[in-house]
């Protein structure tokens, strides 16, 4: 199997758009909309859930439109202490095409352990905040359009249309959550697509600052594509330095054929270069295909390889590389207390899951098949090389913090680009180094990663160790980011 089919389930949702707002979205204004009331969205007990809680869930769905009959879910657990205290983050996926794992994963705050069991996750961002789960645009996960000539099978997507679906969801989300309208908000997310959908979002609700209410504090993205040459460019240092490709395929790299080179002639769909395809053929040669590319230092769930097209509905390929793929950045523990190493398999723990009629019923969704990242989808991929790394840039300068941080063990989009991105960026912004190039320490008193800070307004931040640590250190980044204090540099 070619190491460049594999990559193209990884690259199909990294795309920017050139294409107008279609007809059907229209403006945010809701003033001829019933009033909203979240008590319906309430959920009472999640099967399998540990008890009790302690804390609210809602989950539902909020109309975008008439003809699409379009609905986006979410899923929205209260802070699990002092909600009526704690700011309030948005958090998106990390692909464009895949539902948000997030909400059973990563910094949820269960994780499936089995067919019809929860466990809690210690490291749970609703420790800090109150946070919503979105699955956006239509299409993913459990959001869709019923309307079925005209959805989401035959409609191309692109950043302002879903940056708009996003907009209309928060407005009319606080509809139903009054309570929650003037609370400090934060946009999160972690994965290459977050450095599109976040601050797309986050400069469309500043554009409407004045009439929307919404209270925008600051945009935290992890392993985000913010330039296309820069950050793909690295992939063949990130891939030689950490042993997965020899010094001859790294030399080709650096000289004929880098990583952006690899990649725009892939998704282009045109027949390799000669230099490409003998990159292309190297790559393919050295790197096993059993090798997740999206956490190299982890192992895979050897399960998924069995899955055949129940996953994706796919071909054999699609259904046992997606999910070494789709598990990016949001691999997370297995949540159990006696232990935090990986769940390999948690995916397939996570589909089966979300496909009983009773955790459907709870969750206050339509009965359905999910599945992870659904197909038919399309994503205008014409403006993929379109840098968003100015607009990060020029919300820093409205005065919106930033944290970007990245998952050393992370291929696509390596810390090599994204650290050199920043780090420029403060520069082109006008801001001076206050906590310099330092490793930071979790609470464990380990060290958590290395980070740079440019004042309150801009930090940059690495996690080490990959999926094994993602959980409990970016709680940790998520902690110093809302308290606005700088990531501890010392273990005192």
């Known amino acids: 199997m070619q190491t460049h089919q594999v ?107 089995c067919g019809n069991v929860l466990a809690t996750n210690k490291y749970t961002f609703n420790q800090e905040a109150n946070i919503i789960y979105l699955d956006s645009p239509t299409g993913t996960g459990f959001s869709f359009s019923a309307n079925t000539t005209t959805t989401f099978a ?90 997965l490709i020899s010094d ?28 490409c395809k003998e990159v292309d053929d190297r790559l393919s040669a050295e790197i096993p295909d059993g090798l997740d590319m999206q956490d190299v230092s982890s192992d895979t769930c050897l399960a998924i390889f069995g899955l055949s097209s129940r996953i994706t509905g796919g071909s054999k390929f699609e259904s046992s590389k997606l999910f070494s793929s789709i598990r990016s950045l949001t691999a997370s523990p297995s949540h159990e207390e006696v232990s935090e190493g990986t ?32 197909r038919p989808f399309h994503y205008d991929k014409r403006g993929f090389e379109t840098p968003t790394v100015d607009m990060v840039g020029s919300l820093v300068m409205k005065g919106i913090r930033v944290l970007i941080y990245s998952i050393d063990e992370v291929t696509f989009v390596p810390f090599l680009g994204t650290r050199v991105l920043v780090s420029d960026l403060a520069d082109k912004v006008g801001l001076n180094t206050t906590v310099p190039y330092r490793g930071w320490f979790d609470t464990d008193k380990q060290v958590g990663g290395w980070t740079e800070a440019y004042g309150e307004m801009l ?26 204090k700088p990531l501890p540099v010392s273990k005192a």
């Open 154 to 243: 035959t409609y191309i997507y692109n950043d302002t249309v879903i940056a708009t679906q996003n907009m209309i969801f928060l407005t009319r989300w606080f509809q139903k959550y009054a309570e929650y309208k003037n609370r400090d908000f934060y946009i999160a997310g972690q994965g290459y697509a977050t450095g599109r959908s976040v601050p797309f979002l986050a400069n469309r609700i500043l554009r409407g600052s004045t009439t929307n209410g919404i209270n925008l504090k600051g945009i935290m993205m992890g392993n985000p594509l913010l330039n296309f040459n820069t950050d793909m460019g690295s992939i063949g240092d990130f891939l030689w330095s950490h042993g």
């Open 459 to 484: 930090t940059y931040a690495s996690i080490r160790g990959g999926s094994s640590k993602v959980a409990k250190r970016s709680l940790s980044l998520l902690r110093s980011f809302l308290e606005r």
């Open 7 to 113: 990559i193209m389930v990884v690259i199909t949702t990294m795309a920017a758009s050139l294409f107008t707002m279609p007809s059907f979205i229209r403006a945010e204004s809701d003033a001829c909309q019933p009033p909203l009331t979240n008590e319906a969205d309430r959920i009472s007990s999640l099967p399998g859930q540990p008890e009790p809680v302690g804390f609210g869930q809602f989950s539902g769905y909020i109309a975008l439109d008439d003809q699409l009959q379009s609905r986006l879910f979410y899923y929205f657990a209260e802070a699990a202490t002092n909600p009526a205290s704690k700011p309030l983050v948005l958090w998106l996926g990390d692909q464009l095409e895949c539902s948000n794992f997030g909400a059973f994963s990563g910094n949820g705050p269960f994780s499936p352990v």
């Open 343 to 374: 769940d390999v398999c948690v995916k397939e723990k996570i589909i089966k899951y979300l496909n009983r009629k009773d955790v459907q019923g709870a969750l206050h969704a339509r009965t359905t098949n999910w599945t992870a990242c659904p």
């Open 248 to 275: 001859k395929t790294h030399v080709l790299m650096e000289t004929f054929c880098n990583g952006a080179k690899w990649l725009r002639e892939i998704y282009s769909g045109s027949p390799f270069s000669t230099a």
